[in-house]
């Protein structure tokens, strides 16, 4: 098995187990909800019409078909994810929208081509292995004039570049660092800015105590672990006054 397969087979097996957590954050929180709406917003800015017909890549359970459910009224509504675990709270709470469970670096294999106005990838894209094969099934899907964007997580640090003495150091397996020019490559000119959330305790805790996330953050650990350095950060943080900030780069793009 490739390094690609297994990687994707952990994705979705950490994915598979992260439902009941990730609906807990968002219904107590709405972390994914915010970074969606900053995510819109993003693309939105320097206008692009009122579209039609809208896939959400990476939708898990459904926080950002909330959102655009609220800025698009009229438009249909797709989703699509690894994990159908995550999908059945998308299906329960979101029935107006088409979810589909497949493969993000074949979307072509699921849709028409110019079928959407919109591609939003909310927290997914930098799961991806093959980030190329996604973007290059997303023109194919997207009409002329359509918007696609992307929402990278950056990492954990202090806001004042202090260090926390029990943070891992932020590493990524999936590189990242040619996401700006892939999206000039298949899309043309591309937007690019780099956001901060300022992560309170609960915040910090809800989010990496899911399964999915707290691999992100220490790699290679079981999951008690995980639970148990994740705390060890938070008390090292609440000891020494620290601010912890989650960075996001914010990408988005226009076909001609």
């Not at 990476?58 to 797709?78: D, M, N, P, Q």
């Not at 202090?158 to 700006?180: D, F, H, M, Y």
């Not at 956001?195 to 105590?209: K, N, Q, T, V």
């Amino acid at each position: 098995m490739s390094f690609a397969e297994k990687f994707k087979n952990t994705v979705h097996d950490n994915f598979e187990l992260s439902a009941e957590k990730y609906t807990e954050l968002e219904d107590k929180i709405g972390h994914f909800k915010d970074m969606s709406e900053v995510l819109t917003n993003f693309a939105y800015a320097t206008g692009g019409g009122d579209p039609k017909s809208i896939l959400d890549v990476g939708t898990g359970t459904g926080s950002a078909i909330e959102v655009l459910r609220k800025h698009f009224t009229f438009a249909k509504l797709y989703g699509i994810d690894i994990s159908e675990n995550m999908l059945d709270v998308a299906r329960e709470r979101y029935p107006f929208a088409d979810f589909t469970c497949g493969d993000a670096e074949a979307l072509e294999n699921y849709y028409e081509e110019e079928l959407f106005d919109f591609i939003i990838y909310p927290a997914s894209l930098f799961l991806l292995p093959n980030q190329e094969a996604s973007l290059a099934g997303a023109k194919k899907l997207l009409r002329p004039e359509g918007l696609v964007a992307a929402s990278i997580l950056g990492g954990l640090s202090e806001k004042e570049g202090r260090a926390v003495k029990s943070l891992p150091v932020s590493t990524s397996i999936i590189k990242n660092e040619s996401l700006v020019s892939l999206f000039s490559k298949y899309f043309g000119a591309v937007r690019h800015e780099r956001h901060e959330i300022e992560l309170g305790e609960d915040r910090a805790r809800g989010f990496y105590r899911i399964e999915a996330q707290s691999a992100g953050l220490f790699p290679g650990k079981a999951y008690e672990e995980r639970i148990e350095l994740l705390e060890e950060v938070l008390g090292d943080a609440r000891k020494n006054n620290f601010t912890l900030i989650q960075s996001w780069d914010l990408i988005a793009a226009k076909l001609p």
